[in-house]
């Protein structure tokens, strides 16, 4: 729910792209994801 909230953002753009990157490799349950500073998921 809060990376939909953040994709939904208008207020800051980056964050609603790192949100979007996240929110394609997301797949429930997921309990950990890690990420490099640009926001690709390993």
Do not use: W
Not at 8 to 37: G, T, W
């Amino acid at each position: 729910k809060e990376l939909e909230d953040l994709q939904n953002n208008q207020d800051n753009p980056s964050h609603r792209k790192l949100a979007s990157l996240h929110l394609e490799k997301y797949n429930f349950p997921v309990e950990m994801m890690i990420c490099l500073p640009n926001g690709t998921v390993v």
